[in-house]
């Protein structure tokens, strides 16, 4: 399958890699991970009582905004799919490469770690304790035909709509963000194949297109809920803008991608207060997170190589190019580690912020580490290196390891 006609499409900038993604990308993965390390801690921090204002309940609460690692993962995940699109639109086969290279990169990984995730969490569900105090371990023997389709598509957050669940289950619940990223994906798809002369004013479109449905259906009472439509593509739309801005914009399409960022961040303020759903609220704090991180790829754009260059940042940058192995593996193994640890005595907000976040991410490290190295390597798209070696043009795309999911474009 081809794409329509490229004539009249801009020549593509000599390179768009963003050469800190990987710190970033690092940076996101240690935010998740220390975010699911601290489940099971007292939480004992309160606004109005002062008493409770110690050193690990603030340690605590700190950490519990660590949640920003999911919208700054959204918006490398726009920026990346963009660069993707970007280079596939003036390839006459880009369609079928474009889906061929997503569906490599991401379901074979996938389907191995839900299959040790199931052996995993069946074993810990035989441990009594376990079963009972660890919420986050699914009970697999109850899924449904259309709760494994939905796992095993990565369709789970809007699929159950379809097949009459109440809500959405996971085999590993952080795999709510891979939904999201497949329906990306198939959108950013057909825009290579309807919008390839207008790649980014298609985009525009979706993204407009996207802020209006999310508040006429919620006028109207329609729980958009694990549809792109609910508001997640604005996160990553933001990413879209920022591959735009930099690699095509002049100085005054900088001005005015910072002034849209601005006003996006305005948005998720205003519309927080007028919201009373929790789902709601927090998708605003993501859309305000994911506007402050994509102005600031945008503006510091110029220290990008300093960075990526930074010793302080290789480790970082290490976790960053695993990041889909560490999205994978993580969860089950940090959560049942920090439950075991809560049932063993060590729950207070000080102990957890001490012991329980750091044994948890060195624990973290290994597994990660060998599902990359003898099963991610494997799905892994030929890099540009490889690509500039057999002697093509500096035209690859950038590498995409997006909410967690590290794919090559």
């Given at each position: ?7 009249d499409?801009p020549a593509r ?14 940076v996101a ?30 340690a605590i ?8 690692g999911?919208?700054?993962f ?7 799919i ?27 990984p ?6 040790i ?8 569900n ?5 079963a009972?105090?660890?919420e986050?371990l699914?009970?697999?023997t109850?899924f449904?035909i259309?709760?494994w ?6 369709s789970?957050?809007?699929?159950h709509?379809l ?21 990306f ?6 825009i290579?194949?309807?919008g ?8 525009a ?19 958009t809920?694990?549809f792109?439509?609910d ?8 990413g ?11 100085t005054?399409?900088?001005?005015v ?7 996006s ?6 519309d927080?207060r007028?919201?009373t ?19 600031g ?30 999205y ?46 003898y099963?991610?390597?494997?799905f892994m ?6 690509a500039?070696a057999s002697?093509s043009?500096n ?15």
């Amino acid at each position: 399958m081809s794409n329509a006609s490229t004539s009249d499409v801009p020549a593509r900038p000599a390179d768009t890699r963003y050469l800190s993604f990987d710190f970033w990308r690092g940076v996101a993965c240690l935010m998740l991970l220390c975010y699911h390390s601290i489940f099971y801690a007292d939480r004992a921090w309160s606004m109005h009582d002062r008493e409770t204002w110690t050193t690990g309940s603030i340690a605590i609460r700190v950490i519990g905004w660590l949640w920003i690692g999911v919208p700054m993962f959204f918006v490398v995940s726009g920026y990346c799919i963009a660069g993707s699109i970007d280079s596939l639109r003036r390839k006459p086969t880009s369609i079928r490469e474009y889906f061929a290279r997503r569906i490599r990169r991401i379901y074979p990984p996938l389907w191995i770690m839900l299959g040790i995730a199931i052996t995993f969490t069946g074993l810990m569900n035989l441990i009594p304790a376990l079963a009972t105090k660890c919420e986050q371990l699914p009970r697999v023997t109850e899924f449904s035909i259309g709760t494994w389709i939905g796992n095993f598509t990565a369709s789970e957050a809007w699929l159950h709509r379809l097949t009459g669940a109440t809500e959405a289950t996971y085999v590993m619940p952080n795999s709510w963000t891979l939904c999201y990223e497949e329906q990306f994906y198939a959108i950013a798809g057909l825009i290579l194949v309807c919008g390839a002369k207008r790649l980014f004013s298609a985009a525009a479109l979706v993204t407009v297109l996207t802020l209006v449905a999310r508040h006429v259906c919620r006028s109207m009472g329609i729980d958009t809920h694990g549809f792109f439509i609910d508001g997640h593509w604005l996160l990553f739309a933001a990413g879209i803008l920022v591959y735009h801005t930099v690699n095509y914009g002049t100085t005054k399409h900088k001005v005015v991608a910072l002034g849209v960022l601005a006003t996006s961040m305005v948005y998720g303020v205003l519309d927080r207060r007028m919201q009373t759903d929790h789902f709601q609220r927090h998708l605003d704090e993501y859309i305000f997170i994911s506007s402050i991180f994509a102005a600031g790829l945008i503006v510091f754009r110029k220290w990008d190589r300093w960075l990526s260059e930074l010793w302080l940042a290789k480790p970082i940058a290490a976790c960053g190019r695993m990041s889909y192995s560490i999205y994978l593996t993580h969860y089950l193994l940090v959560v049942v580690l920090s439950c075991g640890l809560a049932m063993a005595g060590i729950s207070t907000d000080g102990w957890v912020a001490l012991l329980v976040v750091p044994v948890c991410i060195v624990a973290a490290m290994p597994p990660a580490a060998l599902f990359h190295k003898y099963v991610e390597k494997r799905f892994m798209n030929a890099p540009a290196a490889k690509a500039k070696a057999s002697g093509s043009t500096n035209s690859q795309p950038p590498v995409v390891r997006v909410a967690g999911v590290g794919a090559s474009a």
